[in-house]
């Protein structure tokens, strides 16, 4: 079939307007390609960097195609110039120079560089350049330092994201001009950006057409403008986690398209009444987390039928959960945790087939597990714990399951193998003061997907199952601790895991740590104490590049701790535990200079486990200044080194000097000998020094006065003289610190002997002589006969103060005498506290 006939001028008109077309459409600019090249160039793909992003947007980039096709690139196509680039979730890894040849593409108007990591790269000035931008998202793309003030120069900006970075600062000066030149802004995210000298009333400057506003953690504080909540355009506001951030939120004449309110932990009052409810009906979410809620009536929420989102945890709420609740079909995420609800949990959320997340821990919840809950169609996390809830999850049928805890709750009996079942269950926590007995069945290594197994605190038994360790490729927690495991650990540890947390401490496992360990590269933490384990000190630990936190404590380990050759062995290591074991020889000099982590402190970072994608908390039962304390959130400031209840022999060696970040240091029970070095004086962050029942001579240095940290020092039993240092920090300490070292003197020993009230001594009127000077004319044996015990302390102290530095030698053989006679006491009892350890 043919095309119908036309005439000759109208194929003439046709070809005419088809070449207009096409001369009206211009290809990407050479130097603009060129520039979209070299920025490219300058970046690396992490292709590890975000689970989110599917693939990096510059892989088609390819020199010699037209730019304006390439992918997250726009063009305006009469012109050719780039006009957007959307390089959202690219995997970028580098530095973002204020000479990248991105500051070349002038025409830019839309820019998002949103997920990716900049490594810590400054926001640039020469963003104030692109005149013409509408929309610049810097989000969640590690930029830090100061945002500069030369962003108020972008008076065409409508949307401005400059969120969840590595926390940079935007001057008051700064943020004044922000708010005062960008009259078209109606979107601003500044969320993580440190603003907490920036006055809250600045913000009265908005524009009234205003539709979003995020400020949430950044540190504000003082009274919120009261009417910016009353923008008649507003459509979301977030201020959560602003702890100073105070104010009343208003129960009318609000804006009736807001839909997101978020005000968690905040002193903001909000007055959760009738008046309120009624003008905030186009909700969808709502967080009040930790809020300052004055008044409240929970069934009135039934109202607000938009929900999809609502958190109402770590407040006051109390009684039952209203069954009004039930007409919010539409919610999604629930958050009941933190309040004191009691009673069952009905079956008014049986009606949720929209609910994916239901947190409802740590209330006064009783009655059994509802088997309900696990028929909800969408649900994926569902945590009860710490509740009063009793065990019913033996039929538990469902696939898409992928987060349960039930920890703290009286679970009983055996794991239920309908557990085995949930294929896409991905954390497990069945943990912590419950019932649970039997053994661990191989069948759970058909959870295939599953990231974070916690069954701790529980009465296991039985072997640890083999599949663990070679569980696959998903699983990044595995706690096993407090239970009655017996058998070996598992040696099967496969080379493709990316576990970072193994937690086997308090069972009854024996036999050698496995070498397959050393497959698992990604380890932060292991936790093998109090258990029977007969083996070596494991030397290829120290091949793990993360290892954080290494706890060996209460086994069988026995012989030298040489230390590696390799100057960055344990080099990420905070906390090394190798107490009540058999080790013998020097302490392990060669590690202590590699231990690079114990030599600084890192105040970046706060909990360890926040920067981990399982958001599961690193926890383990360490003893902390004499005490055993369980640390629910490990601090990433936390610097240990115990190596107390050991045979170490030799010298303290005056390298433990350059570990300044060390918070505890426990050599104690030990056969060290020789002085203590004054190096020691240079852990300035020492919290807990404690070096009893050694065999160290000589005087304490005075440079351990110098610690102000210090609150727990135990230099007792050991053969230690002279004076007890004064000063402020050394006033602190009872004379249980010193005891046991008759050679010591001081006024903490006097205030023991004479009821907290120390007889001044003389002072000293006597030029140092030979000993028989001073005996004959300045020292008699009154001095040392004024009795035995506290006497004799006293007696010493005066003499001291007689003869300064020097003894006579009949006087060194009697102190000597009465140290052999104790001394021997001493190890007679050690003997036996090692017979009861071992």
């Known amino acids: ?73 726009t063009c305006d196509m009469k012109t050719g110039q780039v006009t957007g ?96 030149n960008l009259t078209n802004l109606r979107e601003l995210d500044l969320s993580w950006v440190n603003i907490s000298l920036v006055v809250p009333s600045s913000l009265t400057n908005l524009s009234s057409s205003f539709s979003s506003l995020s400020l949430s953690r950044c540190g504000l504080q003082g009274k919120f403008p ?100 039930g007409s919010l079909i539409n919610l999604s995420y ?7 609800l009691v009673g069952p949990i009905h079956s008014q959320l049986n009606i949720f087939s ?14 059994t597990i509802p088997s309900f809950l696990f028929a909800l169609p969408s649900l994926q996390y569902l945590d009860l714990h710490n509740n009063n809830l009793i065990s019913n999850i033996s039929e538990l049928q469902h696939n898409s399951l992928r987060y349960l805890d039930l920890s703290n709750n009286h679970l009983h009996g055996s794991i239920p193998s309908s557990i085995f079942k949930q294929e896409n269950l991905t954390t497990l926590i069945l943990a912590s003061n419950s019932k649970l007995t039997g053994e661990i069945s191989s069948s759970i290594c058909k959870l295939r997907f599953l990231r974070v197994l916690d069954l701790s605190n529980n009465s296991l038994n039985g072997s ?54 050393i497959n698992c590269t990604m380890l932060e933490v292991i936790d093998l104490g109090n258990n029977k384990i007969e083996d070596t000190f494991p030397y290829f630990l120290e091949t793990l590049p993360q290892l954080q936190i290494l706890v060996l404590k209460s086994n069988k380990l026995q012989g030298f701790v040489k230390g590696s050759t390799a100057y960055n062995s344990f080099s990420k290591l905070r906390i090394f535990d190798i ?81 300044k970040a060390l918070q505890q240091l426990n050599l104690s029970h030990n056969y060290l000998a020789g002085h203590i070095q004054s190096s020691l004086g240079n852990l300035t962050n020492l919290e807990s020094l404690d070096l009893s029942s050694n065999l160290l001579t000589g005087r304490i240095p005075t440079q351990l006065g110098d610690l102000t940290f210090l609150a727990i020092l135990n230099l007792s039993h050991n053969q230690l003289e002279g004076p007890i240092p004064s000063g402020e920090q050394f006033n602190t300490f009872d004379a249980s610190s010193f005891e046991g070292n008759l050679g010591l003197f001081g006024s903490q020993v006097l205030k023991k002997c004479y009821s907290d009230e120390a007889p001044s001594l003389p002072p000293s009127s006597f030029d140092e002589g030979d000993d028989s000077t001073l005996f004959g004319e300045g020292f008699g044996w009154k001095a040392v006969t004024m009795g035995y015990g506290c006497g ?7 003499g001291y103060v007689v003869l300064r530095t020097k003894k006579p030698s009949w006087f060194f053989r009697m102190v000597e005498d009465k140290w052999n006679l104790q001394s021997k006491k001493t190890k007679k009892n050690a003997g036996r506290y090692g017979a009861r350890r071992n």
């Open 579 to 659: 107490s009540h074991n058999n080790f013998s020889g020097p302490l392990p000099i060669r590690y202590f200079n590699s231990l690079e982590a114990m030599m600084t402190s890192d105040h970046n970072m706060v909990y360890m486990m926040e920067k981990n994608y399982t958001g599961y908390v690193y926890s383990i039962e360490m003893t902390w200044k004499g005490v055993e304390i369980e640390f629910t959130k490990i601090q990433s400031t936390i610097r240990v080194l115990d190596l107390s209840n050991n045979n170490f022999t030799g010298e303290i060696p005056k390298v433990i000097g350059k570990l």
């Open 85 to 180: 680039l959307d390089l959202a979730c690219s995997m970028l890894y580098g530095t973002l120079h204020s000479n990248s040849t991105l500051f070349s593409l002038h025409h830019l108007q839309k820019l998002d560089l949103s997920d990716n990591d900049f490594n810590s790269s400054h926001i640039s000035s020469r963003f104030g350049q692109f005149s013409n931008m509408i929309l610049l998202n810097l989000n969640f793309s590690v930029f830090t330092g100061q945002v500069p003030s030369e962003i108020s120069h972008l008076s065409k900006l409508v949307s401005l994201d400059l969120s969840r970075n590595y926390y940079p600062s935007l001057e008051p000066i700064s943020f004044d001009k922000i708010v005062r």
């Open 354 to 367: 929209n609910l994916k997340y239901i947190y409802l821990s740590n209330n006064l919840f009783n009655g």
């Open 226 to 325: 009261g009417n910016i909540f009353l923008l008649p355009n507003l459509e979301s506001l977030d201020l959560s986690y602003n702890e100073g951030l105070i104010g009343s939120f208003p129960s009318s004449n609000l804006s009736n398209v807001l839909f997101h309110l978020g005000l968690s932990n905040t002193r903001i009052s909000v007055y959760l009444e009738n008046d309120l409810i009624s003008t905030l009906k186009s909700l969808e979410y709502l967080s009040l987390r930790n809020s300052n809620i004055i008044k409240s009536d929970l069934s009135l929420l039934d109202n607000l039928t938009q929900l999809t989102f609502l958190d109402l945890s770590s407040n006051n709420f109390s009684g039952q959960i209203p069954s009004s609740l």
């Open 792 to 798: 004799f302390v006293f007696g010493v102290a005066t």
């Open 1 to 73: 079939m043919g095309f119908p006939p036309i005439s000759s001028l109208s194929f003439i008109l046709f070809l005419f307007h088809f070449h207009s077309t096409i001369s009206s459409s211009h290809f990407c600019a050479p130097h603009q390609s060129l520039s979209l090249l070299q920025f490219k160039e300058s970046f690396s793909i992490n292709s590890s960097a975000s689970v989110r992003c599917q693939h990096p947007k510059t892989e088609s980039w390819k020199e010699g195609t037209d730019c304006c096709l390439w992918d997250g690139v």
């Open 464 to 517: 640890t199952p083999l599949c663990l360790g070679n569980f696959g490729n998903m699983l990044s927690v595995l706690h096993l601790g407090m239970n009655k495991l017996q058998g070996t650990i598992p040696s099967t540890f496969s080379k493709d895991n990316i576990l970072e947390y193994l937690n086997l401490n308090g069972n009854e496992l024996e036999g050698k740590i496995p070498l397959s360990i």
């Open 334 to 340: 629930l958050n009941l945790s933190n309040n004191q």
